[in-house]
Nanobody
Framework: QVRVVESGGGLVQAGGSLSLSCVVS????????MGWHRQAPGKQRELVAS???????NYADSVKGRFTISRNNAKNTVDLQMNSLKPEDTAVYYC?????????WGQGTQVTVSS
């Protein structure tokens, strides 16, 4: 059974940094695209950043230049380095891992940025 577990959320002041990590276990196969999404209270879930198996990245305009996504294919992990955090980055952050036509999601980790 594939399991996706996020870690690294927390409370930080505006301008600070946090690093999120995600581990995918329970599979022998490397994931295709992996990514981070977030959902703020009262808002729809949105894509923050994604990275393909080959390393191509995609970022939401709101985080470009501040967030960096990276992955380790051998370990099926994906990280999100978040710098220059803003109060509007406050949300639950979810890791997604795709394998073929299937998507696997973690339970989410809370990121709170105080002003």
């Amino acid at each position: 059974q594939v399991r996706v577990v996020e870690s690294g959320g927390g409370l930080v002041q505006a301008g600070g940094s946090l690093s999120l990590s995600c581990v995918v276990s329970g599979t022998m196969f490397s994931m295709n695209t992996m990514g981070w999404h977030r959902q703020a209270p009262g808002k729809q879930r949105e894509l923050v950043a994604s990275i393909t198996f080959g390393g191509s990245t995609n970022y939401a305009d709101s985080v470009k230049g501040r967030f960096t996504i990276s992955r380790n294919n051998a370990k099926n992990t994906v990280d999100l380095q978040m710098n220059s955090l803003k109060p509007e980055d406050t949300a639950v952050y979810y890791c997604e891992a795709q394998s073929g036509s299937l998507s696997y999601w973690g339970q989410g980790t809370q990121v709170t940025v105080s002003s």
